[in-house]
């Protein structure tokens, strides 16, 4: 999805993906398969982290640092800075340029919404709370890079839900002075 500097979408339709797996040096963990239906045998099949890097540089075609990585939840950031130094690529510096535009919506979001009982919700659960409707299965990496793209969005068009939202998290804060 792109953007203007000041956060309008530019387009997004029609848009180029990217969708890669990358070979574990390691084992996965069974949650992780549980979660993901990423089996090692899949990942198998992948590419290095090294070819990974340069394949997605040639599908950015702009420096790293000109964009800003929108992610759901610090997962990402830790899996490619563990990534870069267990595998060491010669191309690392592309990969911490990359975590260090990262931002982590979930971090946003979930200081403005939260479920009955203050804990944050799915990426699925936000975008339906905003209206939208998820791509396809959660957890599979293109689907919720599709699902936030339009969580994004969602939220950006529904400001009045993202106020009557926060409005409920702010009611049901306990430390604040009585006049607040």
Known sequence: CKLTPNGHIIQQKNYPTYK???KCLGQIG???TQLTSITEDILKQGITLEQMFDDFSAFLSVDPKECVFFVFGSNDHKMIVDS??????CNA???YSV????????AFISQYCKDDNGNTYSLTSYLKLFGG???????????DA??????????YISKEKLKEE?????SQQRNFPEPV
């Open 30 to 32: 069974r949650i992780v």
């Open 99 to 106: 975590c260090k535009n990262m931002v982590d919506y979930l």
């Open 146 to 155: 599709l699902d936030l793209m339009n969580l994004y969005r969602q939220v």
């Open 93 to 95: 510096l592309f990969g």
């Open 166 to 170: 926060y409005i409920k998290v702010l």
């Open 20 to 22: 890669a797996y990358v």
């Open 84 to 89: 870069i130094s267990y595998s060491k690529p």
């Open 133 to 143: 409707t998820p791509f396809g299965v959660s957890h599979d990496p293109l689907n």
